[in-house]
C-alpha cells in the first residue's frame, strides 16, 4: 500500500504539467520584483553651469547626492529644484566670501556673483548715487572681495527761532549828562529751512538751505545824555576849587558806563565790568587797532581752540591777534556794540583779510543785517 502511494506522489510531480506551472510561478515573482524595482530608482541630474552631474539613486535625497559628486569647490548654493514623476534637476551655483564692512560693523555674505551693487543689496543696503563705495558700486565680483561702504543721506527739516533784538547805544545833547532812557525791544521770529549730512546714520553736518522772517525784530534804543548843565557863580567858584581833584580822580570817578549797562552782541562777561567814557570806549585798554571785520554762525563745530562757539567768540588770524586775546569791540558810531571778546576761532578769510576779524552771532540774520563793517578794537590784556 505505501508502495503505491509513493509511485503515484512521484509521477506527479515528474509529470509536465507539474513543471509548467512552478515555471509560471517563478516567471510572475520576477516580474513582480522588477516591476517593484522599477518604480523606486530615482534619476537626479545636477548642473553647475560647467558640468552636469547624472546620478540614479533609489532614494533620492538631494543634499546627500551632491554632497557625494566631484564638485570643484565644497562652497555652493542650491538656486533651482525641478521634480518630473521619477527625475530631480538641481541648478548649483558655486559661491565665495564676501566682506562688506559699514563703519564699525563688517558683515560677511556668501555671494554667487554680480556686482558690488548686488552685494551691498544682499548685505540689506540700499545704496544711491549719494554713498561711497570700494570697489565701485558697477565692480563686477568673481571672487573673495572685501568691501567698504559708507551710507551717505541728506535729510530736510525745518524750525523756527527767535530773532533777538539789539539795543542801539545814541548819545543826544537833548538830554543832560549822567541822565538816559531806553525803549524797550521786542524779538522777531523765523523760519529756518536746514539740511542735514548723515554718514552712517550720524548727522556730520547741517547746512541752512533758507531764512525765512516771520516777524521783524523791533531793536531797543538807550539814549545817554551829554547836555551839560550850565554852571551859576557859585557853582564855577566850587568847580574852580575842586578842579585839581578832579585831574587827579581815579578812572572809575571818569567813568560814565560800564559794559554791564550796555546791551552787547556778545554773551561773554569780563571777570569785571569794562569801565567805558561817555562815547563808549574803554578807559583801560593796551592797544587799539581799526579791522575789517564780517559775521558768521554756527557750522557744527567747535572753534580752533575746542571751545563751543557762542557770541563773544571770534576769529582771527592767531599771527596778528594771539588765540585767548581779550578785548572790546564796536563800531566807531556806536551802531554795533559786540562788546566783550575772546579770540578763540580762525578760517579761511584770512588769506585774503589777514588782519581782518570775523565775528560770532547767534542767528544767520544777524550775521546777513551786520554785513561788512570796520571795527574799533581795545586790546584790554
Not at 572681495?145 to 527767535?162: A, L, N
Amino acid at each position: 500500500m505505501i508502495e503505491k502511494i509513493k509511485y503515484r506522489l512521484l509521477h506527479f510531480i515528474t509529470s509536465r504539467q507539474t513543471r509548467v506551472g512552478g515555471i509560471a510561478v517563478l516567471t510572475a515573482a520576477t516580474i513582480a520584483m522588477v516591476t517593484l524595482l522599477g518604480s523606486s530608482v530615482k534619476t537626479v541630474t545636477v548642473s553647475d553651469g560647467e558640468k552636469t552631474y547624472t546620478v540614479h539613486v533609489i532614494n533620492a535625497n538631494v543634499a546627500k547626492v551632491i554632497a557625494n559628486l566631484p564638485l570643484k569647490s565644497d562652497r555652493y548654493q542650491i538656486m533651482q529644484t525641478s521634480v518630473k514623476t521619477n527625475a530631480t534637476s538641481v541648478k548649483i551655483a558655486y559661491s565665495y566670501p564676501v566682506y562688506v564692512t559699514n563703519g564699525k560693523n563688517t558683515t560677511v555674505l556668501e555671494f554667487t556673483g554680480g556686482t558690488v551693487c548686488d552685494a551691498l543689496q544682499a548685505a540689506g543696503f540700499t545704496p544711491d548715487e549719494h554713498d561711497l563705495a570700494e570697489p565701485s558700486l558697477d565692480t563686477v565680483i568673481e571672487e573673495t572681495v572685501y568691501i567698504d561702504y559708507t551710507d551717505i543721506d541728506y535729510v530736510t527739516g525745518s524750525y523756527t527761532e527767535d530773532i533777538p533784538y539789539s539795543t542801539k547805544t545814541v548819545y543826544s545833547d537833548q538830554l543832560a549828562e549822567g541822565s538816559s532812557n531806553l525803549s524797550e525791544g521786542c524779538n522777531g521770529r523765523q523760519k529756518v529751512n536746514y539740511t542735514e549730512k548723515l554718514v552712517n546714520g550720524v548727522t556730520v553736518e547741517t547746512t541752512v538751505d533758507s531764512v525765512t522772517v516771520l516777524q521783524k525784530a523791533v531793536n531797543a534804543v538807550k539814549t545817554i545824555g551829554t547836555k551839560k548843565a550850565v554852571k551859576t557863580t557859585a557853582a564855577k567858584a566850587a568847580s574852580a576849587t575842586t578842579k585839581t581833584k578832579a585831574d587827579n580822580s581815579s578812572a572809575q570817578d571818569k567813568a560814565a558806563m560800564t559794559s554791564d549797562e550796555i546791551n552787547c552782541i556778545s554773551t561773554l562777561n569780563p571777570s569785571s565790568p569794562i569801565e567805558l567814557d561817555k562815547n563808549g570806549v574803554p578807559l583801560h585798554y593796551s592797544s587799539k587797532m581799526t579791522a575789517r571785520a564780517t559775521a558768521y554762525t554756527y557750522t557744527g563745530h567747535n572753534c580752533a581752540t575746542g571751545v563751543a562757539p557762542q557770541p563773544g567768540y571770534i576769529a582771527v588770524n592767531p599771527r596778528v591777534i594771539p588765540y585767548g586775546t581779550k578785548m572790546y569791540i564796536k563800531t566807531a558810531d556806536n551802531r554795533y556794540i559786540y562788546g566783550y571778546a575772546v579770540a578763540a576761532d580762525t578760517g579761511g578769510f584770512i588769506r585774503k583779510h589777514p588782519t581782518g576779524v570775523d565775528l560770532f552771532m547767534a542767528t544767520r540774520s544777524a550775521c546777513t543785517s551786520f554785513g561788512v563793517r570796520n571795527v574799533e578794537i581795545y586790546i584790554l590784556e
